[in-house]
């Protein structure tokens, strides 16, 4: 078992910057992958990067260049690095990590971010 909790979130102008954290409640040495995904009104949530225990990181088209997904293994605790944000940014972001065997996943509870132009 392990719980998420997001922090970070808020109001930002385009071209801004914003960190967000995703604090686990345990070690994250043993967690396969972790993951940040994001869900804007209307549409699917979608996965915007991921990084591995290994620390192989992958990034979904529509923020490379311009988020960084890095873990502090010591803190128990993985972030994303926003740059460059643009309005299309805006949704609730969410922290994942794989659940055990079959057991579902485990999700924050979402932090919004707002992008204005």
């Known amino acids: 078992q392990v719980q998420l909790v997001e922090s970070g979130g808020g109001l930002v102008q385009a071209g801004g910057s914003l960190r967000l954290s995703c604090a686990a409640s345990r070690s994250i040495l043993s967690i396969k992958y972790m993951a940040w995904y994001r869900q804007a009104p209307g549409k699917q949530r979608e996965l915007v990067a991921t990084?591995?225990?290994?620390?192989?990181?992958n990034f979904a088209d529509s923020v490379k260049g311009r988020f960084t997904i890095s873990r502090d293994n010591a803190k128990n605790t993985v972030y994303l690095q926003m740059n460059s944000l643009k309005p299309e940014d805006t949704a609730v972001y969410y922290c994942?990590?794989?659940?055990?065997?079959?057991?579902?996943?485990?999700w924050g509870q979402g932090t919004q971010i707002f992008v204005y132009s």
């Open positions: 994942n990590a794989p659940g055990e065997g079959y057991d579902p996943d485990y």
């Open positions: 990084i591995t225990s290994g620390g192989n990181t």
